[in-house]
């Protein structure tokens, strides 16, 4: 156990190699052809070979990057590497969970089996990011729209009717008046407003870059309701899916626990999850270490204690990775379908009073007649 401990800490990964840009749909694409070739009873170096030339007569420059790397690791295996101490090489592609999942496959001749449940996590992960994206640049496109549609009537429709009411010798009210004066207020002083949101943005985005920056997000975000909940299911998805596919491949659980929190982004979760590690590695039981965190969800380290008891880690795990990702799909599709009312009717109630403040002294106007 604490040879494990130890070994789980320690992912080495050569620097002296050149770094290969390749994204996660690329690497998805490539291990699903390998796990394709290698079924169908295809070595691994021809299998290589195949990618390899398939990806070189292409002559796209996004798939060079995969072609150099493919040609790479068929070379380190063809000299006598295995193909997951080749892949350690290149940890800027490879993360450590894959290439341990890899050489666990390897050690026990699962290696077709692991690269299809490794293709099927991204395959996951991605069609999840991308669901999560659409759910936040709808509502981000709608809220621009409305502060754009605000604008351009304080800034422009506005100043106009003013010089209407002017040669009417209308007395304008305080609201008209106010918004009259945000208007010239923003005709004025526009680019200045303008720099200075980009210099507020800038400085968020450097603030973010910092480790202490990100540190107090991470904290801000997971305790704001809902969007934590969000978040930390988030995250859990991650989490849970790679260590059923750890320990599936047969690693040992502290080993498996430190790869899977290699996939943790957010830094208190990380934090807390190390904390679980070290419990773990000192002999406590993993649902135990998990409950005293106080930060994991109640269900996560109920379902932890029952798989402690039966000893299916893997498939309790799966089943919790499909729930929280079922759960965050869900979430989203509500949070979209309520938030475009929601947007829609503040845009409504906005517009409606600038028009209604225009029309003001038309009323005045009217009552004085009568």
Not at 165 to 183: A, K, S, Y
Not at 255 to 269: D, E, P, S, V
Request: with cysteine; glycine share 8%.
């Amino acid at each position: 156990m604490i040879a494990d401990c130890e070994n789980s800490l320690q992912i080495c990964g050569s620097t002296s190699q050149p770094a290969y840009r390749v994204s996660l749909r690329q690497l998805r694409i490539v291990t699903r052809q390998l796990a394709s070739l290698l079924r169908s009873g295809m070595p691994l170096v021809p299998a290589l070979s195949a990618i390899h030339h398939q990806l070189a007569s292409v002559g796209l420059a996004r798939d060079m990057h995969v072609a150099r790397l493919i040609g790479y690791l068929k070379g380190r295996v063809n000299s006598g590497s295995s193909l997951s101490a080749a892949m350690n090489e290149h940890p800027e592609v490879f993360e450590p969970a894959f290439v341990a999942t890899i050489a666990a496959a390897e050690a026990s001749g699962t290696l077709d089996q692991a690269l299809v449940d490794l293709a099927e996590q991204m395959e996951q992960r991605e069609a999840l990011r991308m669901q999560v994206i659409s759910s936040i640049v709808y509502p981000i496109f709608m809220i621009c729209l409305a502060i754009a549609v605000v604008v351009f009537m304080l800034a422009y429709i506005l100043p106009g009717l003013n010089q209407v009411f002017d040669q009417m010798h209308l007395v304008i009210p305080w609201p008209t008046r106010l918004l009259m004066n945000t208007g010239t207020f923003i005709r004025q002083y526009g680019l200045v407003l303008g720099f200075g949101c980009c210099v507020a943005m800038l400085a968020v985005a450097l603030l973010w870059g910092t480790e202490r920056g990100r540190r107090s997000l991470d904290h801000l975000l997971l305790s704001i309701p809902y969007i934590g909940g969000l978040l930390m299911k988030a995250q859990l998805v991650r989490l849970a899916m790679t260590l059923s596919s750890l320990l599936n491949a047969g690693l040992p659980l502290p080993k498996a626990l430190a790869m899977a929190g290699n996939t943790l982004t957010n830094h208190r979760i990380k934090k807390a999850w190390q904390a679980v590690i070290d419990e773990v590695c000192e002999g406590q039981p993993l649902a135990a270490a998990v409950r005293r965190t106080g930060l994991f969800p109640v269900l996560f380290h109920h379902v932890l204690a029952t798989a402690d008891d039966t000893g299916g880690f893997e498939g309790c795990l799966a089943e919790l990775a499909q729930m929280y990702r079922y759960d965050l799909q869900t979430a989203s599709k509500l949070a979209v379908s309520m938030l475009e009312p929601l947007i829609l009717l503040v845009m409504g109630t906005v517009v409606g009073l600038i028009v209604l403040a225009a029309l003001l002294p038309i009323f005045s106007l009217n009552q004085t007649i009568g």
